[in-house]
């Protein structure tokens, strides 16, 4: 069959919104997660058990194993040589921790000496070892890792039923919308909430803050990732990650009548026994009423979330209708927090110096605000006087980013412009 009639579509589409929807009653809470993790099933050094373990450990409630253009499914054997090469840097043997932590038993190996192999357990192996109800869940994923013309297009889409394979487009624009057409479509194929972000827009300098403004199906992108190569602060002829947030929020806003982009912070994470692409950098707090794929989706699209690199929040409460924000820091020790509420007022969204400036600043642990007659949006970051544990950058502080909240209705432009969005 190659069509869905009406009726089925709708029952499909009832289907996923009562299977992810918010009971009244029911009491939300906080849940952390890394949607951005590679492993040995591509180019990470660690095995995913070894990899979840540490998650887990570290409290996080949920992880995305996000490999390239694979997910972990089928047989997959690697040899033992390649996998202790991965490491490079000195410690305990890979293969010599993995042991240690689960067991002979757990350990699947074939051959001896030089032709030894060693298979790399599937999600669906290592699930039950690790999840528990509330406390800890696998949300399958995907790093889609696409280009045009050498300029990188990275995706990442989680709560995926099957891979996604990249499709080149027939330009820049059009190859990063594939993957969120791609990922559309399975979602409303298989009934699940996918959610799709957009990686590291300055690796490679791929994006363009014009081209994250102009492809309007994005919804996410990554505003924190702590890979070290991904060019967080920019160069001298490149915006740092920050400054691109602004800039599309305010095309979007301003030219496009479109919402704005929402930030994600996560790790990237490639190495686990030391070396520079390390775990537990970056993160998301998700405010769900439980611990589901659905649900998880489901309020990060709905913007109840935030980003950290180490600054945790407490009675967020962030209401688009109202254009209001209100939060409180959790002090840890003597750290001091500044909280700048960022944003484009109308009056200055054509002088670059008045995209994404500062519009008031907080210090303490209690902030309000809310959106002003004259300002197309405003989002806040909070900045700790302490130093991130394990920066991936110089200077770098533990913050934490709250989503934008716009003016609305958003106006849409008067002349639409052909061909705006190739
Ligand atoms: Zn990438
Ligand atoms: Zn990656």
């Keep these: 069959m190659t069509n869905t009639s009406p009726p089925r579509f709708t029952a ?3 289907a996923i919104t ?9 009491e939300s809470r906080w849940y952390k997660g890394n949607t951005h993790t590679h492993s040995l099933w ?11 373990d540490f998650y887990k450990r ?9 490999d390239h253009n694979i997910l972990s499914r089928g047989e997959k054997w690697m040899a033992v040589g390649s996998v202790e090469k991965r490491r490079r840097t000195l410690g305990h043997p890979t293969m010599k921790k993995y042991l240690a932590t689960f067991g002979a038993k757990w350990v699947e190996l074939r051959g001896k000496g030089d032709a030894q192999q060693v298979r790399l357990k599937t999600l669906g192996e290592i699930r039950p070892r690790f999840e528990q109800a509330g406390k800890f869940l696998f949300i399958e994923g995907e790093e889609i890792t696409n280009s045009f013309r050498g300029l990188p297009v990275h995706t990442n889409a989680m709560n995926l039923g099957e891979l996604i394979k990249p499709e080149k487009g027939a330009s820049l624009r059009a190859t990063m919308r594939s993957c969120l057409v791609a990922a559309k479509e399975q979602e409303k194929r298989l009934g699940q909430l996918i959610l799709a972000h957009l990686n590291h827009p300055n690796f490679g300098w791929g994006i363009t803050a014009e081209d994250l403004a102009h492809v309007i199906e994005e919804q996410f992108f990554e505003v924190y990732n702590g890979h070290p190569s991904v060019r967080q602060l920019g160069d001298a002829k490149h915006p740092g990650i920050e400054k691109m947030w602004d800039l599309a929020n305010t095309i979007r806003l301003a030219e496009l009548g479109a919402e704005p982009l929402f930030g994600i912070a996560s790790d990237d994470s490639h190495q686990y026994h030391g070396g520079d692409v390390k775990p537990g950098r970056g993160w998301v707090m998700v405010r769900a009423p439980s611990l589901s794929a659905n649900n998880i989706v489901k309020a990060m699209r709905s913007g109840d979330f935030y980003c950290s690199s180490g600054v945790t929040l407490e009675g967020l409460e962030r209401n688009q209708e109202k254009g209001t924000l209100s939060f409180k820091i959790r002090a840890v020790g003597k750290e001091k927090y500044t909280t700048r509420i960022i944003g ?16 008031a600043t907080f210090t303490g642990t209690s902030v309000s605000y809310s959106l002003k007659d004259n300002e197309l949006y405003f989002r806040a970051i909070i900045t700790s006087d302490k130093a991130h544990p394990l920066p991936s950058f110089a200077k770098q502080q533990k913050q934490a980013w709250i989503q934008p909240l716009w003016a609305l209705p958003i106006s849409k432009p008067k002349t639409p412009r052909a061909g705006q969005t190739p």
């Design 344 to 359: 484009t007022r109308r009056s200055r969204q054509s002088d670059p110096a008045g995209i994404g400036e500062v519009l």
């Design 58 to 66: 570290e409290g996080y409630h949920f992880l995305v194993l996000s």
């Design 18 to 26: 009562c299977a992810t929807g918010i009971a009244a009653g029911e």
């Design 12 to 14: 499909l589409f009832l």
């Design 42 to 52: 591509s180019d990470g050094n660690d095995f995913p058990e070894m990899i979840a």
